[in-house]
């Protein structure tokens, strides 16, 4: 049973940057496809990126494209989410979840029930 953990999460002042990573606490995440999640305070959990399992495809939410990138290291076994020009509604509970099937195509963004195993999520708070 796959188990996913998320690391990296923190305060950074507006226009800063974070790096968050996704590893497996349990089992591998190599074949699994990944997404990024957040939620805010009161709202619901939306999709921020996606990458394919191969990492050659990704899927990124308007409000973050041109400002955070996802990527894979197969050597290492994780996956980032690298976050910069940090914005206060970029705050919330980041998650990464993993799903089979999505090799070459990356996950599309609104599709939660996809995922079949979550990390607890990390806080990322953008505030000065």
């Known amino acids: 049973q796959l188990q996913l953990v998320e690391s990296g999460g923190g305060l950074v002042l507006p226009g800063g940057s974070l790096r968050l990573s996704c590893s497996a606490s349990?089992?591998?995440?190599?074949?699994?496809?990944i997404g990024w999640f957040r939620q805010a305070p009161g709202k619901g959990r939306e999709g921020v990126p996606t990458?394919?399992?191969?990492?050659?495809?990704?899927n990124y939410a308007d409000s973050v494209k041109d400002r955070f990138t996802v990527s894979r290291d197969k050597a290492e076994k994780k996956v980032y989410l690298e976050m910069k020009s940090l914005k206060p509604e970029d705050s919330g509970v980041y998650y990464c979840?993993?799903?089979?099937?999505?090799?070459?195509?990356?996950?599309?963004?609104?599709?939660?029930?996809?995922?079949?195993?979550w990390g607890p999520g990390a806080q990322v708070t953008v505030s000065s």
């Open positions: 979840a993993g799903t089979l099937g999505y090799s070459d195509n990356a996950p599309p963004l609104r599709a939660e029930y996809m995922y079949d195993h």
């Open positions: 349990r089992g591998t995440l190599e074949w699994y496809a």
């Open positions: 990458i394919s399992g191969s990492g050659a495809a990704t």
